[in-house]
């Protein structure tokens, strides 16, 4: 685990796929209440510190940090009432506009190079209080969006506009993105795969990211043996 406190655990079999927003679909269910449980543990921490934006990544890809961003995000929208926008930030395989099924014609790649106005490349989400910002058009020689000074200018505003802008961002091994992103966020949490990432890697992209900016922890992917008693009981399902 690194030095970050574990903010919760997100019990989720399925985190490599696109399409599965259990938050929506079954939002009244022991995962969900789980990423509830998460998001209320981050507010806490960031309403303390005067925090707004929050990158979500991992040592590497393939555990699950999509499927935990975008599900937080629905609760912070829905149930906590939070104007809330998720932003793709992951250039290389962007999978917001997968997970919630929009349209990736416009993004924000396209308002970083002043092809799009900001409030014209933003989508509305699946519930409430929820904006969708995706990675929009990616020529490949401007893959270094955040390095911009325009992304900047972005920020800003966006800080204006939501109590929370949570960005999916990418792994941070072993591009260097993600610790650009880093720079440009208040915090940063790390969503660990239970029985996948190798502590010496885990290890690698904390140092790298710097342990000051870590709010925490997820640990994902973590099986629950909950009596069926408790399900009939509390009506999950």
Known sequence: ??????????????????NVAVAIQRPISVSSDQYRVLFAKVDLHCRTEGKKVVAVTSAVKGEGKTTTVSNMA???ARDFGKRCLLVDGDFKNPSI??????TEETGLVDVVT????????????PVENLTLLTMGYRPEKENRIWTSETIREV?????GWFDY???????????????LIGELA????????????EEALLAQAVKSL????????????VKHEWPSRYYHQYGYY
């Open 1 to 18: 685990m690194t030095r970050g406190k574990l903010l919760a655990t997100a019990q989720n079999a399925n985190v490599t796929d696109c």
């Open 74 to 76: 629905v609760v912070a």
């Open 97 to 102: 506009h997968k997970f919630f099924n929009v």
């Open 114 to 125: 002043r092809r799009c106005p900001l409030e014209n490349a933003m989508k509305r989400g």
């Open 155 to 159: 920020l800003k505003a966006l800080r």
């Open 165 to 179: 802008v949570l960005i999916d961002a990418p792994p941070v091994l072993p591009l260097v993105d993600m610790n």
């Open 186 to 197: 208040d915090g940063v949490l790390v969503v660990v795969r239970s029985g996948v990432t």
């Open 210 to 221: 710097g342990a000051p900016k870590i709010i925490g922890n997820v640990l994902n992917g």
